[in-house]
């Protein structure tokens, strides 16, 4: 999960240029060798991942997105298919849920979009996203974690799954999935 959250945001606009890179660069860490291709059986090199994923995003020091998140989750990858995608939410974030119109709906927010409803950076970001996807750009899998009734709650990859799900995709969607029994406890959850 932590080198799937680092690559997704290497390359996102919002977090790349603002926390990872300085991050990085401040240590004399090499991206090439932590992110872009990563040794996934060093421990040491896992330390720095997670290290680095705890600086900006409190991974693994009860801060930030993962305050109250379990240690305990269990991760796999699976596929979201099309006909799920109404079971995709947003983290209970302010910005999301006020986006979605208080649902935390990907759905809802993807159609507001579409509608011209919604304006501003986040829509912007969504639609450069839906122009990569569109033109065969490939995309760092979502992260998610098990909700209740089967939803599935965004930690990683808002934009990216609002891209998705407003061009209405019907390809699977890479996605890796946490669960654990307090995952309840997790602040964004």
Known sequence: MVIAFLQAEIS??????????????????????????????SEFENSIRRMLLQAYRGYGANTYLFRGFPADVVWRFVEIEPKDHHLLLFAKEDSWIKMSEGTRSVECLAKRIARLEERGETADRVRAIQQDLTSGKSMAPLILVEGKNGMLILV??????????????????SALLGFSATMHNWQYY
């Open 12 to 41: 996102s606009s919002r977090y790349s240029d603002k926390y990872v890179l300085p991050l990085l660069h401040g240590n004399r860490l090499s991206r090439e060798d932590l992110i872009d291709h990563p040794d996934l059986e």
């Open 156 to 173: 990683e990859g808002h934009s990216r799954a609002t891209a998705y799900v407003g061009l209405d995709w019907q390809r699977n969607i």
